[in-house]
């Protein structure tokens, strides 16, 4: 294996773990938040759900182009949104010993809650975010580019001792 092969595939599996690792971290996050209205097992199956969902959706807006993108983006934001409150839910209800943080920020003439609050959504919601940011940029770097698309378009021809002389453009 070459040096660019390998390259190639540590840049994609290095963005793929990351990705799942967020993941799985906001999965487990969001299922205690599915909890509050379901049995856990149904939770689980939701958290889930919303994870493959949130990236599929974004994959679908990147990548295809004959759907309609208007319901992908909405899917898209409600999943994210969901996970977010989920995440920012878990990051409350197990937030404790938070006064050094809110020395750091400048917080301390602010009420408990709203200090604890404030922490709890910086601290969560920003997992479904960083995920799917991992996701994007894995799409995006896999992604074939234009040119490339417009050289698949065209055939090649060689001469005998394989000089490429010119490109046709294929029937399709």
């Given at each position: 294996m070459n040096k660019n092969k390998i390259i190639h595939w540590f840049i994609i599996g290095t963005f793929v773990s990351l990705y799942f690792a967020v993941?799985?971290?906001?999965?487990?996050?969001?299922?205690s938040f599915f909890?509050?209205?379901n049995p856990r097992?149904?939770?689980i199956s939701l958290a889930i759900s919303f994870e493959i969902g949130a990236a599929a959706s974004l994959a679908s807006i990147i990548v295809l182009?004959?759907?309609n993108k208007t319901i992908v983006w909405i899917l898209f934001w409600t999943l994210t949104l969901i996970q977010a409150m989920g995440n920012s839910f878990y990051s409350f209800v197990n937030l404790h010993d938070f006064y050094g943080w809110v020395e750091l920020f400048g917080l301390t003439e602010e009420e408990p809650l709203f200090q604890k609050r404030i922490l709890s959504i910086i601290s969560g919601a920003i997992l479904p975010l960083v995920a799917l940011g991992f996701i994007k940029s894995l799409i995006d770097y896999i992604k074939p580019s234009?040119?490339?698309d417009i050289l698949l378009d065209e055939k090649p021809i060689f001469t005998?001792?394989?000089v490429l002389v010119e490109k046709k453009k294929m029937n399709k």
């Open positions: 993941s799985l971290i906001s999965m487990i996050h969001v299922i909890e509050l209205s097992w149904l939770a182009e004959k759907m234009k040119e490339v005998p001792d394989n």
